[in-house]
């Protein structure tokens, strides 16, 4: 939902201190992170993974491929897809569709 304050361009995730996340700071939340005193703080994922809450790390760009294939295979339109994460409708076919071997052709 667009409300008055917030502009077609503006960032959806911020930081805590409201900047945009660039891959230094997501890498920080995602794998781990020394502070100045050189405290180490596990990332979430690597939280994940050490507790056996997940099967195996993962990269972050899983979540990218997980956000495509779902919305892929759930009858989104491909080529608005395609547009929002910056690839082509065939990359997408080729990359996070698999055939489908229990589908049938419709009847028309």
Same mark, same amino acid.
Request: proline share 2%.
């Given at each position: ?25 997501? *890498? ?71 055939? *489908? ?8």
């Amino acid at each position: 939902m667009k409300t008055d304050s917030c502009l077609d361009n503006d960032f959806v995730f911020l930081s805590i201190d409201g900047e945009k996340y660039n891959r230094a700071k997501l *890498n920080t939340v995602w794998n781990s992170s020394y502070k100045e005193n050189q405290r180490y703080y596990p990332g979430v994922v690597t939280r994940l993974a050490n507790e056996k809450k997940i099967g195996q790390y993962l990269k972050p760009s899983a979540t990218r491929h997980t956000f495509i294939t779902i919305q892929a295979h759930h009858g989104a339109d491909l080529k608005l897809l395609a547009d929002s994460v910056g690839n082509s409708v065939d990359v997408i076919y080729n990359h996070y569709l698999g055939v *489908n071997k229990d589908a049938i052709l419709m009847d028309i």
